[in-house]
């Protein structure tokens, strides 16, 4: 059987290692005859290193992350890389639409109007790729919404969510609605609830889409992994039907 192991980016936040928890049991419970392990990639405990080093038997890691990044291509292949052939990596989890259907009910939940303006607020990142996802996340979002949806940043990336924020003061909207799209509470949640805007949606948190789409990737990288395996086998016997 295939276990899954949910890798955590890892927070100082007791609320925001609440929330990783409360979403790992919610995963367990989707699928109970399925394995589910819980693990960080930094700062919080425990290591992904140290849970893969534990286990045996296939197993797929989906890291718990709306975007690529740094720890998805630099951090993430090095411990793969130690964990032996049956251990694969799924993709990140955005952007996908069951990630826009619990942006917009956090929204709706924080109080949005029809006439407000929306920004995407991520932590942001170096690797242009995953600035990229969080504008295709936002590209989503604004399908779903029927309006404009402008994706910014809270660390690194441009535009910064100050910087669209004052952009979106001097646009024709009476209030500016900041979606939040982080996984969890924790720092950069409290630099949203900082900047100044008229709302602010709560992280995406333990929801049962965000759940059903971690079963999803997990599904996406057991089958590429057969795939593959089949593939190896093939070019195998092929390399053994040919005359010496």
């Known amino acids: 059987m295939t276990t899954l192991v949910l890798a955590g980016h890892g927070t100082r936040s007791a609320r ?3 929330t990783v928890a409360g979403l790992c049991d919610l ?3 989707t699928r109970p005859g ?3 392990e819980q693990a960080f990639l930094e700062i919080s405990s425990p290591p992904l290193a140290g849970v893969l080093a534990g286990l045996t038997g296939p197993v797929v890691v989906v890291p718990l992350l709306l975007a690529g990044g740094y720890h998805v291509h630099v951090d993430l292949p090095s411990v793969m ?3 032996g052939p049956d251990a694969v990596v799924a993709s990140p989890l955005g952007p996908h639409p069951l990630l826009t259907g619990v942006l917009a009910r956090r929204l709706a939940a924080a109080g949005l109007r029809t006439s407000d303006s929306v920004i995407l607020g991520a932590a942001g990142s170096s690797d242009p790729a995953a600035l990229a996802d969080v504008r295709a996340a936002a590209r989503l979002l604004s399908v779903r919404l029927a309006r404009p949806v402008t994706a910014a940043f809270a660390a690194a990336g441009t535009p910064t969510v100050a910087e669209t924020l004052e952009r979106s003061r001097s646009g024709p909207a009476p209030r500016v609605a900041l ?3 982080l996984l969890a509470p924790g720092f950069f949640q409290g630099r949203l609830e900082a900047a100044g805007a008229d709302l602010v949606s709560q992280p995406l948190g333990v929801d049962a889409d965000l759940a059903a789409l971690i079963w999803t990737r997990f599904d996406q990288a057991r089958r ?6 089949a593939d190896r086998a093939r070019r195998s016997l092929r390399e053994m039907s040919r005359p010496a």
């Open 16 to 18: 925001g290692e609440e």
């Open 27 to 29: 995963v367990r419970a």
């Open 34 to 36: 399925t394995r589910v």
């Open 81 to 83: 890389a130690a964990a």
């Open 179 to 181: 979606a939040s799209y």
């Open 224 to 229: 590429a992994a057969v795939a593959a395996g």
